[in-house]
């Protein structure tokens, strides 16, 4: 599975349901992407609208599309190396948090967080109340975006929670370590599903 993830400036009244709706068409033009949300981020004047397609065609034809109105800052294509179901997969998501992970495009520290989110990190924060689904995206540079769909805007913080109270394993190497380039919390203004996660 594929992702895409287009990034677009808002102003502080579009923040509703019709308005994500109409965004969501414009950048879609008659697409069937697996899913989608349009999201609005709470301390800001920019959102993102992420979407899963069946394979890389799909996403790159989406991601190629001009949004005309849509004030779009960048659009990117990203292949879905994992994904984690929640306890609450059968819930509508309210909230996202994004994080922006390994900028620099460094394909070791990629793989290293990869596999510490695969082996630490999903183990630790599966049961954490409020958690739709994680989906983690690569792009073909090493680039990372973690995306994460909650129904409560507290969810994100008991994640931190959880993370930080694990210990790093013995293959670990703190040199490694990716520390976020951003985190985002954002408003889901729109959730297109199948919002149960797929693997």
Do not use: K
């Not at 599966?126 to 990372?144: A, F, I, N, P």
Request: aromatic share 6%; glycine share 8%; proline share 6%.
């Amino acid at each position: 599975m594929y992702a895409t993830i287009h990034r677009f400036r808002r102003w502080p009244d579009e923040e509703s349901e019709e308005w994500g709706r109409g965004l969501l068409g414009t950048l879609l033009a008659g697409a069937s992407p697996a899913g989608a949300c349009v999201l609005g981020r709470l301390e800001g004047m920019d959102g993102a609208v992420f979407a899963l397609w069946d394979d890389e065609t799909e996403a790159t034809a989406a991601a190629t599309r001009p949004g005309e109105g849509a004030r779009l800052l960048d659009a990117s294509v990203y292949a879905v190396v994992e994904t984690d179901p929640g306890v609450a997969r059968t819930e509508m998501p309210r909230f996202a948090q994004l994080v922006w992970i390994n900028g620099t495009g460094d394909p070791d520290r990629a793989d290293a967080a990869i596999r510490a989110g695969r082996e630490r990190i999903a183990p630790a924060t599966r049961d954490v109340e409020g958690v739709v689904g994680t989906w983690v995206l690569r792009s073909r540079d090493s680039r990372m975006v973690v995306v994460t769909l909650v129904t409560s805007v507290d969810t994100p913080e008991a994640l931190r929670r959880a993370i930080l109270g694990t210990e790093l394993l013995a293959w670990e190497d703190p040199a490694q370590l990716t520390e976020p380039d951003r985190i985002d919390i954002d408003r889901v203004l729109v959730a297109q599903v199948p919002i149960e996660v797929r693997s």
